[in-house]
């Protein structure tokens, strides 16, 4: 069974901090997405990294993809009270499936 | 676009009873998911239908659930009888076939 791990699970953090998320699994993946769910609503993507090593920016948020397609991290410079929500990460293994990790449940404090 | 539609928003039902949830897909998108999120299990895919057909059911707890997909268009997802760990969110998605989803607002279910 693939499984994909979020660390921390949850992180609660003052505006203006930098912040990291991990996404690990022992499975590799095609490709890797992160979505940003709001309260009282569904997720929504935010970006997909398919190569190895891929860095990928979004404003303030970097997406990185491991180099072993394995693992994934989400960087977030400066943090802004908007940024609080929940962040999953999602394997694709090829098939129509994405494989949800458990969540980063994130606060950002003005 | 509109995006994903799901219908109700809210449902509040007494155990035993029977609901039925609604999405309807975005125009064009071929495949259809029904997922279900709560604190202790995360986001868990219940179903998989592509091109209206039934794919991938093996989410499905158990033969109290069942779900629909008629036209491109509309599909139910129906629990009957409910149970109160069936409190939970539901939600639709719907896909091109590009692997990205597009989750709709969710639907959030209490049986009491």
């Known amino acids: 069974t693939q499984l994909l791990e979020q660390s921390p699970q949850f992180l609660s953090i003052q505006e203006g901090e930098n912040l990291t998320v991990y996404c690990n699994s022992s499975s590799v993946f095609s490709s890797l997405q992160w979505y940003r769910q709001e309260p009282g609503e569904g997720p929504v993507l935010l970006v997909t990294?398919?190569?190895?090593?891929e860095v990928k920016k979004l404003k303030r948020l970097t997406f990185q993809f491991g180099d072993a397609r394995k693992d994934s991290s989400l960087h977030i410079t400066a943090a802004q009270p908007g940024d609080t929500g929940l962040y999953l990460c999602a394997g694709d293994d090829s098939s129509y499936k994405l494989i949800f990790g458990s969540g980063t449940r994130l606060l950002v404090r003005p | 676009d509109a995006g994903v539609i799901q219908s109700p928003r809210h449902e509040v039902t007494e155990m035993g009873q029977e609901v039925t949830l609604r999405c309807k897909p975005i125009?064009?998108?071929?495949?259809l998911f029904w997922y279900r999120q709560t604190m202790m299990r995360g986001l868990e895919l219940l179903i998989y239908f592509n091109n209206n057909v039934p794919i991938d059911d093996s989410g499905m707890p158990e033969d109290r659930f069942s779900a629909k997909m008629p036209n491109a268009s509309f599909s139910t997802l129906k629990i009957q009888p409910s149970e109160p760990r069936d409190s939970a969110v539901y939600f639709c998605a719907s896909s091109s076939g590009f692997n990205e989803q597009f989750f709709g607002p969710g639907t959030r279910l209490t049986v009491l």
């Open positions: 125009s064009g998108h071929n495949s």
């Open positions: 990294v398919v190569t190895g090593g």
